[in-house]
């Protein structure tokens, strides 16, 4: 599967950390590197790029692809960003720094490796194993979930992470479905969101299935949980006038984003690099849809 990955927003993001050489940079979501590729160029000579992933096999294309870097230490580990502070610091004993950044950058949640690849069960567009997990040793397939949990807590999880306004129908569907056959497979959400919105009351704009197949993947890996508190803790390793740029591309995790760099700023201790979030281009999303509701917000560290 050679699946490629566009970075979105690139210019803006590299502009935003006003990168310089010796840096240190942290990529919290390397993804195939797209981003980091071009802030280790820019740091290059002398800087540190510590860069992270909780999918493992995302995180050994990456390292391949930093490998090509000159003149820049590079340090990648196989983990959560909520655990950046302890990558970083770990980074920077082994390269005799101070355990301080002056860029973060999160740019959250799935890449396009990931609806490429049936082997991820994430796309409702290929057939393969209800897994959507990125980080396969820790937790359970969605499978697992959905062939478990009440109709109300499906219900709930696809209100909340999905705004599917259809969600005590599908969550019906898929009750009544499993007691036949437990789901297995991406194929058998897909059958349950159709048989559940009927189709002359489908948005026309997107697939009946976006808002399940987001919501149950946000579920499983529990991409929202303590979202807020993380990035209040990696603020903390930003070095006087260091920047952290975070792109999210949906509500729940922009409101995250929004709540906790606000709290942030109102300490007094660090301020927003933009007044409002900066968006693509319309050149960009013509050139890349998947950019489409991509949101970046930056906040700076000033005492
Ligand atoms: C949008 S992609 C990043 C793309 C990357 N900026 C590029 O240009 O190639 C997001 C990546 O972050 C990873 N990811 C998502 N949530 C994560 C988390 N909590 N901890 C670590 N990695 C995460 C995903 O596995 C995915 O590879």
Not at 81 to 106: Q, S
Not at 180 to 193: G, Q
Request: contains cysteine; charged residues 30%.
């Amino acid at each position: 599967m050679n699946a490629t990955h566009v970075p979105v927003m690139l210019q803006e993001v590299v502009e935003t950390l006003a990168l310089v050489p010796g840096a240190t940079v942290v990529d919290g979501t390397l993804g195939l590197a797209g981003h980091a590729s071009e802030m280790g160029t820019m740091i290059a000579p002398g800087g540190l790029l510590v860069g992270l992933d909780w999918d493992k096999e995302m995180l050994d294309k990456a390292k391949k692809r930093l490998a090509e870097l000159k003149n820049v230490e590079v340090r990648t580990y196989h983990s959560d960003y909520r655990a950046l502070p302890e990558c970083l610091r770990r980074a920077c004993v082994e390269t005799g720094r101070d355990p301080v950044a002056d860029a973060v950058l999160l740019d959250l949640g799935l890449s396009n490796v990931h609806i490429e690849d049936p082997a991820y069960g994430i796309s409702f567009l290929r057939e393969g194993p209800l897994d959507m997990r990125f980080d396969k040793t820790r937790g359970e397939p969605a499978s697992a979930w959905l062939n478990r949990a009440s109709a109300r807590e499906i219900e709930d999880v696809l209100f909340s992470l999905g705004d599917e306004r259809w969600a005590r129908k599908i969550s019906q569907f898929i009750v009544e479905r499993r007691k036949v056959r437990p789901l297995r497979t991406t194929t058998d959400l897909v059958e349950c969101v159709h048989a559940a919105i009927p189709a002359a009351k489908r948005d026309k704009r997107i697939h009946p299935a976006t808002r399940t197949f987001q919501a149950v993947r946000i579920h499983t890996n529990k991409e929202l949980d303590e979202l807020e508190e993380a990035l209040k803790r990696i603020a903390d390793i930003l070095k006087k006038g260091g920047v952290m740029c975070v792109l999210s591309y949906h509500s729940g995790e922009d409101r995250a984003v929004k709540h906790a760099f606000r709290d942030l700023g109102r300490g007094g201790g660090y301020e927003e690099v933009h007044k409002k979030p900066v968006v693509p281009t319309d050149a960009e999303i013509a050139a890349n849809s998947k950019a489409r509701s991509a949101k970046l917000r930056a906040l700076r560290r000033v005492s």
